[in-house]
């Protein structure tokens, strides 16, 4: 992991337990699909989960912190590919109807890719600016349902354009 999203993600953590007392502390699980757009042009989707873990800052207003990663064993160029990622967020929503909300997050991330060629196994890291957008309804005063489209990073490099669309549940505390 590079050292800014690593830093932001610590510093989030750090703030959390000050404010997890709270109404509003959340942990999330979420299944996703990540795309990763490679420079030989491979179809690189693989399958994982992500791991999710915030603090209400006011009604509008979330820090959330991502954790994730995913294997693809199907791809022709490579013998296994993986992703992990990690980043720290801000999250801003907006309601509609009694249930539910759209949101908006912006912060940092970190991407690692791991990938296996011949018996001989290679690691690309990257960081940055991460964004996304997504949808939560409200299940019952504990659970949330929430469906979002994350861009990690966009950089350029080898594996660049490390997009994800996860499924999961939220959990508050």
């Known amino acids: 992991?590079?050292?800014?999203?690593?830093?932001?993600?610590?510093?989030?953590?750090?703030?959390?337990?000050?404010m997890a007392g709270q109404a509003g502390s959340y942990i999330g699980l979420d299944g996703a699909s990540i795309a990763v757009q490679s420079q030989e042009n491979d179809d690189l989707n693989p399958r994982g989960m992500r791991l999710r873990f915030g603090v209400r800052v006011n009604e509008f207003f979330d820090m959330e912190a991502h954790l994730g990663g995913g294997t693809d064993s199907e791809t022709t160029s490579f013998e296994s590919f993986s992703t992990t990622y990690a980043g720290a967020y801000l999250k801003g929503y907006l309601p509609f109807g009694q249930r539910s909300s759209v949101f908006a997050l912006a912060g940092l991330s970190g991407v690692t890719h791991s990938q296996d060629v011949s018996g001989r196994s290679f690691t690309d890291s990257q960081s940055g600016f991460s964004y996304g957008f997504g949808m939560e309804t409200q299940l019952s005063k504990?659970?949330?349902?929430?469906?979002?489209?994350?861009?990690?990073?966009?950089d350029g490099a080898d594996f660049s354009d490390v997009t994800a669309v996860s499924l999961g549940i939220k959990w508050y505390f």
Request: proline share 6%.
């Open 1 to 18: 992991m590079i050292k800014t999203p690593l830093v932001a993600l610590i510093a989030c953590l750090m703030c959390t337990p000050a």
């Open 142 to 154: 504990q659970f949330d349902l929430s469906a979002d489209f994350m861009s990690y990073t966009n």
